[in-house]
């Protein structure tokens, strides 16, 4: 019935604060087009967690999954089950088999961004520098691109890269990297890690031992658009995770409403036809131009909104 409102389960990969500004655009959305949302995720990235999750919201007779793709291929059956059973598929963020999901919304591909980021570092720094990169998960899709990219990148621009071990998404564990690090190679010309968190922990580690590196990050947290302003962070790179929930909860609705070909004509204009990917341009800010990401987070109240507990603590 199309006066009833559309029955959506959403999966994330875990419960980081990254995931608020996903869930404000989900959130956003889902107001403006009536959907009924369940938003779950586990505590930390679990694989087995996700498709359980998934499974459970198919016996629970929702109209359409949308989900990370934290494993390219580890989600196939459970997604084959979904298409049996006639339910719209959307992944976002990070991508699944494109056999088994409608339309994916999300970034350009990690390995593609940390390319860009390392090139834009290199020409900063110049040939025969060092530039520090702090290393998050071992096997996060998103953290392994994005650091394979950044060292590729500075390589070919002849600057030498000294890597931390990955920290496991601990902050304790970061911070220790950072300091050691940082500590280790007093005459690095930058330092940049590949999440959210980094660009905080390295400048508190730069601020406890003096140093003066210059520090680049990801994502827009709040405590690194004070960095920003500051100075502390001399640019950060946020891949507009709002729109991954806003644009996804619109795929979502309008795959329901109209079937896929009409959805696919409909983002034909900005959307990968072949690959059925719509993939959004990273920006960078830096103290030039902070000030305009703040006013697009005024605007949409996200100060307050992404501080809620938007996941449930249990499931």
Known sequence: MLDQPIRVGVVEKNRSPYWDMVNAGWLDAASALGLDLVIRAPEHEDIDVQRTMLEQLLDDGVDALAFVGTVEAAFDAVLES?????????????????????????????????????????????????????????????????????????????????????????????????????????????????????????????????????????DMLPETVELLRSGAVESSVWIREYYFGYLAAVAVHDLHRLGSDEVLALFGGIADGAGKSLELEPRTYTRNNVEEFVRWRDEHDLDARTARTLIPKTW
Do not use: C, Q, W
């Not at 699944?96 to 919304?105: E, G, K, Q, T």
């Open 82 to 218: 979904a298409r049996n059973r006639g339910v719209s598929v959307v992944s976002f963020d990070l991508d699944a088999s494109r056999d088994h999901r409608s339309i994916f919304v999300g970034m350009t591909h990690p390995k593609e961004i940390g390319r860009r980021v390392g090139e834009r570092i290199a020409a900063d720094v110049g040939p025969g520098a060092l530039v520090l990169l702090l290393a998050g998960s071992a096997d996060a899709r998103g953290a392994v691109g994005k650091l394979r990219g950044l060292t590729a990148a500075l390589e070919a621009g002849g600057v030498s890269v000294a890597v931390s071990s990955p920290d496991g998404e601990d902050l304790a564990v970061a911070t220790r990297n950072a300091r050691d690090l940082l500590a280790a190679h007093p005459t690095a010309a930058a330092a940049i890690g590949v999440y959210g968190y980094h660009p905080a922990v390295l400048a508190g580690a730069a601020a406890d031992i003096g140093s003066s590196v210059r520090i680049h990050g990801f």
